[in-house]
């Protein structure tokens, strides 16, 4: 009676398999650990996006506001006012952020009644992290600008010239190399100018950031 033998598989034909076995369980763990580190990296970059590099809102604020010049003239027949004015202007704007700002180019404006009657421009520039950035700003009134309101007669007349200032700061902020946040900081000031003392009288100043 005849056995039936099983077939054997050779030797080296075991010991390439187990080779491959071994070299795919290492190409599994290698991408595994890969795919960890990648998404540790992410946990942490979101954390710290979310804690230490938070983007945070600018803080603007107006020192002073002090009359530099000052000129008016007015005539009766035909009713006319003459005026030269030049405000000083002191703000502050504070970087409250672990990363530098760069803003664009801007101005400050000046307003008679909703009306432009001054503007002086802002160069572009940059806040360094938790630093505060001081402008020094001369705004002067566009004589010509008035000659065609008949209001600023009357405010002239009565002593007290209602005046506001505007100004705008927009830029952004690079977290971690990575994301752009862009920022804006506006501040704004209500104030009447007292004609017969030449100085500044009810200064009511607005402020508004955001992210």
Request: glycine residues 2%; charged residues 25%.
């Amino acid at each position: 009676m005849d056995v039936e033998k099983k077939d054997e598989q050779p030797l080296t034909t075991i010991v390439a398999d187990d080779k491959h076995r071994r070299k795919r369980k290492r190409r599994r763990c290698i991408c595994l650990s890969v795919i960890a580190v990648i998404v540790l990296l992410a946990l942490i970059i979101l954390i710290l996006a979310l804690t230490v590099f938070k983007a945070k809102k600018p803080v603007t604020s107006v020192n002073s506001i002090a009359i530099s010049d000052f000129d008016v003239s007015v005539n009766l027949l035909p009713p006319r006012v003459s005026l030269n004015i030049s405000l000083d202007l002191d703000i502050s704007i504070k970087n409250p952020n672990k990363v530098g700002v760069k803003y664009r180019n801007s101005s400050a404006i000046l307003l008679y009644k909703d009306k432009d009657i001054g503007e002086v421009p802002i160069p572009a520039g940059e806040i360094g992290s938790d630093d505060t950035k001081r402008l020094n700003l001369t705004l002067t009134v566009f004589a010509d600008r008035l000659l065609t309101n008949f209001d600023v007669y009357s405010d002239v007349i009565s002593g007290s010239l209602p005046v506001s200032t505007y100004t705008k700061i927009s830029g952004k902020a690079r977290i971690l190399n990575m994301f752009n946040i862009h920022i804006s900081s506006v501040s704004s000031c209500d104030l009447n100018i007292d004609i017969s003392n030449r100085r500044i009288s009810n200064q009511t100043c607005h402020y508004k950031n955001r992210l």
